[in-house]
C-alpha cells in the first residue's frame, strides 16, 4: 500500500494538467510555458541544491557501475532502435535512449527508495551518475542535431554548460559541494521554492502535453514503439542490472537496490528536455505516463524476489 501512495500523487497531478488543458485553464500554450519553466529556473534549483549538499564520497563503486552498465545497455538500445525499427528522424535517438533508460530518481525514486530499502543513499549515487555523465550527453547529441548542418562544434560543446542551466547549475552544485561551501539562508530561501515547483509543475505540463498530443494516438506505429520503449524500461534494464550485480557479487541489499533504481520508471525530464529541443514529445510524454504506471509491478516485483 505504501508503495502504491508514492505512485498516486504523480497519477494525480498529470490527470489535473490533462483536465486543465481539456478544459481551456491554462490556455494553448501552457506545456510549452510550463515546460520552460522548469528547465530554466526550477530544475535547476533542485539539482544545484540536491548536489551541494551531497557528500561526494564514500560511493558504492560496485553497486554504480552495476547501475551504470544497464543504464548504457538500455539507452544504446533505445537510441538504436529509434531509427532502426521505426524510422525516426536522427534528432529523436537521444530523446528515445532517454525515455528507455533515465530513471524518475527524484521525485518517485526518493518516496520508493525510503520504502523498499530504507535509505536514499545509493539513489543519491544514481542522481549524480544521471546527471554529471548521462544528463550532458544526451544534451550535447540534442544540441547537436539542433545545429543546422548538424555538426559537433567543439566551442559549441564547451559552452554548452553557459547555455544550458540544468548542467550548469549542476556542476555549480558538486563544486560547492567539494568545496563545502553552504549558501546563506537569504540565498538558498528562493531556491528552495523553485525547487519545490519542479516536480508538480513538470507534471502538470506532462497532462497538458499528453492532452495537445492526444488526436496523434491512433498513429499506428505509436504502440509498437511505446511498447518496445516500456519493455526496455521496466523489463531490460532491471534485468541487466541484477545479472551485472550477480558478475559483480554484491551482497544481496545492494543488489535490491540496484535492481529497483534501474526499475523506475522513466524521468519527467525526458518530456521537459523533449520539449526544449522540439523533438520526440509525444513518445516521450507517453512512456514517462506509461512506464509510471506500470513500474510499481516491476518495483513490487524486485521487492519481493530479493527482499
Given at each position: 500500500m505504501s508503495l502504491v501512495a508514492a505512485f498516486v500523487p504523480i497519477w494525480i497531478l498529470t490527470a489535473i494538467g490533462y483536465a486543465?488543458?481539456?478544459?481551456?485553464l491554462l490556455g494553448e500554450a501552457a506545456a510549452s510555458v510550463l515546460g520552460r519553466f522548469v528547465f530554466h529556473l526550477a530544475m535547476p534549483s533542485a539539482l544545484f541544491l540536491a548536489l551541494?549538499?551531497?557528500?561526494l564520497s564514500g560511493f558504492a563503486g560496485r553497486s554504480l557501475l552495476a547501475f551504470g552498465v544497464s543504464t548504457a545497455a538500455v539507452i544504446g538500445a533505445g537510441w538504436a532502435g529509434a531509427s532502426r525499427l521505426f524510422g525516426h528522424e536522427p534528432g529523436e535517438r537521444p530523446i528515445w535512449g532517454m525515455a528507455a533508460?533515465?530513471?524518475?530518481?527524484?521525485?518517485?525514486?526518493?518516496?520508493i527508495a525510503t520504502q523498499?530499502?530504507?535509505?536514499?543513499?545509493?539513489?543519491?549515487?544514481?542522481?549524480?551518475?544521471?546527471?554529471?555523465?548521462?544528463?550532458?550527453v544526451i544534451l550535447v547529441a540534442l544540441d547537436r542535431h539542433r545545429d543546422p548542418a548538424g555538426r559537433v562544434?567543439?566551442?559549441?560543446?564547451?559552452?554548452?554548460?553557459?547555455?544550458?542551466?540544468?548542467?550548469?547549475?549542476?556542476?555549480?552544485?558538486?563544486?560547492?559541494?567539494?568545496?563545502?561551501?553552504?549558501?546563506?539562508?537569504?540565498?538558498?530561501?528562493?531556491?528552495?521554492?523553485l525547487a519545490g515547483a519542479t516536480a508538480p509543475a513538470a507534471l502538470v505540463a506532462l497532462g497538458?502535453?499528453?492532452?495537445?498530443?492526444?488526436?496523434?494516438?491512433?498513429?499506428?506505429?505509436?504502440?509498437?514503439?511505446?511498447a518496445v520503449i516500456?519493455?526496455?524500461?521496466?523489463v531490460v534494464q532491471p534485468v541487466i542490472a541484477y545479472a551485472a550485480g550477480l558478475a559483480l557479487h554484491l551482497p544481496a541489499p545492494q543488489l535490491l537496490a540496484v535492481v529497483v533504481c534501474a526499475g523506475l520508471p522513466t524521468a519527467q525530464n525526458t518530456f521537459i528536455f523533449a520539449q526544449e529541443y522540439g523533438t520526440g514529445e509525444t513518445v516521450a510524454n507517453r512512456a514517462v505516463v506509461v512506464t509510471t504506471t506500470l513500474s510499481l509491478a516491476?518495483?513490487?516485483?524486485a521487492a519481493m524476489l530479493l527482499g
Open positions: 486543465a488543458c481539456r478544459w481551456g551541494s549538499r551531497m557528500p533508460g533515465y530513471v524518475n530518481s527524484a521525485n518517485l525514486g526518493i518516496p523498499v530499502l530504507g535509505s536514499v543513499s545509493f539513489l543519491a549515487e544514481v542522481v549524480l551518475l544521471q546527471v554529471l555523465v548521462v544528463t550532458p562544434r567543439v566551442r559549441r560543446i564547451a559552452s554548452l554548460p553557459v547555455r544550458n542551466p540544468v548542467i550548469l547549475a549542476s556542476l555549480l552544485g558538486v563544486a560547492c559541494s567539494a568545496a563545502g561551501v553552504r549558501l546563506p539562508s537569504a540565498a538558498a530561501a528562493p531556491l528552495t521554492l497538458a502535453s499528453l492532452h495537445r498530443t492526444a488526436s496523434s494516438l491512433a498513429e499506428p506505429a505509436e504502440p509498437a514503439a511505446l516500456t519493455a526496455l524500461k521496466l516491476t518495483v513490487a516485483a
